[in-house]
């Protein structure tokens, strides 16, 4: 993913409705793929990760979709609740690099209640 | 079991300082990572290191600079400071590091927030 600047993208959406939060990525050498919450004033939280050879992998309400043919994940919440107002990254790891991360712009969710 | 731990939380310095960060990572987790959070270029990769070696390094100057010791503790260094250093600096560690990771599950720190006038 790239970098949005200081504008972040931004989704409304109401409570318990789905969200869903898209991330376009670049290396198609990417062994994982990953999405993190952050919160305001703290560091992100892991969420759900998905392998490179896989394109779907449910959580706990949450289940990430991997397209590799457009290069495109995406994140979808379901019954999305107040605790889910966040900033949402998309990252991606290579196995042969490490523990580096490479993150993208990352999306505001905003839940009205 | 504790998280990651930064500290200073928060620090105000002024430009031609330098300042000095501390990572304490999960107990057992021997990689360290770190990153530069900023609102004009978002989440960048610093470095990151296992066993007390740099095994991976971001795009950024000489002015910035880490280390690891034995006991998986880990500080990162920035001299010369410019206004552009100003950032949220994040920790993260993961359980196994290098070319041994298997998961995108890293964990961070709350962060240190670096403010250079």
């Known amino acids: 993913g790239e970098s949005v600047g200081l504008h972040l993208p931004t989704l409304s959406v109401q409570e318990g409705d789905n969200s869903i939060i898209n991330c376009a990525y670049s290396n198609s050498a990417s062994d994982y793929f990953i999405w993190y919450k952050q919160e305001s004033g703290k560091g992100p939280q892991f969420i759900i990760d998905i392998r490179s050879n896989m394109d779907k992998r449910q959580g706990q309400r949450v289940t990430v979709l991997l397209n590799k043919t457009v290069k495109h994940l995406s994140l979808q919440i379901a019954a999305t609740q107040p605790g889910d107002s966040a900033v949402y990254f998309c990252a991606d790891l290579t196995k042969a690099a490490g523990n580096k991360l490479t993150f993208g712009g990352g999306t505001r969710v905003l839940v009205k209640p | 079991k504790a998280g990651v731990t930064q500290t200073p939380r928060y620090l105000i310095k002024t430009r031609g300082q330098q300042v000095t960060l501390s990572c304490s990572p999960i107990s057992g987790h021997r990689s360290v990572s770190w990153y530069q959070q900023t609102p004009g270029q978002g989440l960048q990769f610093l470095f990151e290191y296992f066993s007390e070696t740099q095994r991976n390094k971001g795009n950024f100057p000489g002015r910035f600079s880490g280390r690891q010791f034995s006991n998986s503790r880990s500080e990162m260094n920035v001299s010369t400071l410019e206004l552009g250093d100003s950032a949220l600096y994040l920790c993260?560690?993961?359980?196994?590091?290098?070319?041994?990771?298997?998961?995108?599950?890293?964990?961070f720190g709350e962060g240190s927030r670096l403010t250079v006038l």
């Open positions: 993260a560690s993961s359980f196994v590091g290098g070319g041994q990771s298997n998961t995108g599950e890293l964990f």
